[in-house]
């Protein structure tokens, strides 16, 4: 008899082959006479009652077997209705045209939000989203709201942050130095905080802040573990914290200086001078120039890694400026593309003039790409770039170590182009150029052009 003697599975293969579905791509599947496995015949066969469409997977939805795009609208449908107008009207577009399975999930996870928001139960108020919990799921909420135009955009938000989390960060010390250290981040930080009106730079400085305040603290306590208050303070205390590991322990330098001025600590005590970090040296020019032709050639690349590798390696631009680059930096002309870096737009050769239209460059279909953005470089918040350490991990991963090969580039371009220029094309600080001119012996400290006239 045939397929006596074979296992269960085998046996129901009698007569019929084995081997590589060709729709599917999955390897050991029984196929027919069209080399399909059985998966893939029933998504042939399958349709969906709401659009009609066919040869696509169904999942249940409420006992209705549908689409993954009708599934999510049918969610959508049950959260915020098309029918009701609410203030949350205006994301069902976003969220309709996301990725429907991923889209679904978050719509599961944020339903009791989102139609609380809708229906005015929670006031649809940046305070209001602040007093929540969960603190990354209302923050990616929030971007999403003001991608789209349903929430005004709160340049103070980062400052606000940090003004509620000071009592936190020091709320372990002891009430002495507790309050010495409330009175200096209230009258010496915040106060510099407020009187920035660059979102840009305030958004760093907070962040800077914060590490100033949470090592204060760390400070503070290392001498109540010794039993001691601030003015007890010795130069071996101070020694000791700044020979420990790490750059971020100079951040308590701020607060020493402050507290010496104001006789909070003994003017006898000599402080250090600030941290300029480690001298790191520049990349070799061989390998600086192997990789420059790598994205020059490599079509492979992101346009994403190839633009900002192009700025870091060949215009010796930082990645803290690279992320801030936005969509009105680029100006396209039938006579060439150019960037704003500086005063005066640089001219882009190609590849990257054609590239760099390419940015912002989706990468997904979430919820946060189907939102326009200004930023070249996207992060994972509808409203905010790529972040530093992102971008640096990007870099470091196609063999780019921003700061070396950023030095070197500087390096070469102060020995062909006279600092003025510099400054102006590319933004680079007189500050900045006259050091690497020093390092790289350029020939321009006399140099003297008025570009004024």
Not at 66 to 71: F, P, Q, S, T, W
Not at 100 to 129: F, M, V, Y
Not at 230 to 249: S, V
Not at 278 to 301: F, G, N, S, Y
Request: charged share 25%; proline share 7%.
């Amino acid at each position: 008899m045939s397929g006596r003697g074979l296992c269960s599975r085998c046996s129901k293969g009698v007569g019929r082959e084995r081997g590589h579905c060709r729709e599917c791509g999955k390897t050991d599947r029984l196929l027919d006479a069209h080399r399909r496995c059985r998966w893939c015949r029933d998504k042939a066969r399958s349709r969906c009652p709401d659009c009609e469409a066919t040869g696509t997977a169904l999942v249940s939805i409420n006992g209705v077997r549908v689409c993954d795009r009708c599934a999510l609208r049918r969610r959508l449908d049950h959260i915020l209705p098309a029918d009701r107008f609410g203030p949350l009207h205006l994301l069902r577009d976003v969220i309709v045209r996301a990725e429907p399975l991923t889209a679904r999930r978050w719509l599961n996870r944020s339903e009791e939000l989102l139609r609380d928001l809708d229906t005015g139960r929670i006031p649809l108020t940046h305070e209001s989203l602040d007093d929540l919990p969960q603190r990354k799921a209302i923050e990616h909420l929030r971007s999403l709201l003001i991608a789209a135009d349903i929430l005004g955009p709160d340049p103070g938000r980062a400052l606000r942050h940090l003004e509620n989390a000071i009592p936190d960060l020091l709320a372990p010390l002891a009430p002495e130095h507790r309050r010495l250290a409330s009175r200096w981040a209230t009258w010496a930080v915040l106060p510099r905080l407020r009187a920035l009106n660059d979102d840009r730079r305030l958004a760093t400085a907070v962040i800077n802040s914060r590490r100033k305040i949470g090592q204060t603290a760390n400070f503070l306590a290392g001498l109540e573990d010794d039993g001691r208050v601030l003015p007890d303070c010795t130069q071996h205390d101070i020694d000791m914290w700044f020979a420990g590991p790490g750059a971020a322990r100079w951040s308590v330098g701020p607060f020493l200086t402050w507290a010496r001025r104001r006789g909070h600590l003994p003017r006898s005590i000599s402080l250090p001078p600030a941290y300029k970090g480690t001298p790191e040296a520049p990349a070799e020019a061989d390998e600086r120039w192997q990789i420059a032709q790598r994205l020059v050639r490599d079509d492979e690349l992101d346009p994403v890694d190839r633009i900002a590798g192009a700025l870091i390696v060949l215009y010796a631009q930082p990645l803290a400026r690279i992320v801030t680059l936005t969509t009105e930096d680029v100006i396209v002309t039938p006579a060439g593309t150019r960037l704003k870096l500086g005063d005066d737009a640089l001219e882009l050769p190609e590849p990257f003039a054609a590239t760099i239209q390419q940015l912002p460059h989706r990468r997904r279909a979430s919820t946060v790409e189907q939102l326009p953005t200004r930023w070249l470089f996207t992060g994972g918040h509808a409203d905010k770039p790529l972040s530093v350490n992102a971008l640096a991990v990007r870099m470091r991963a196609i063999g780019i170590q921003p700061r070396r090969h950023r030095i070197a580039a500087a390096e070469q371009l102060v020995r062909e182009i006279p600092p003025a220029m510099l400054a102006g094309v590319l933004g680079l600080t007189i500050g900045s150029i006259n050091r690497h001119t020093t390092t790289a012996k350029g020939q321009w400290a006399t140099y003297a052009a008025d570009r004024q006239g």
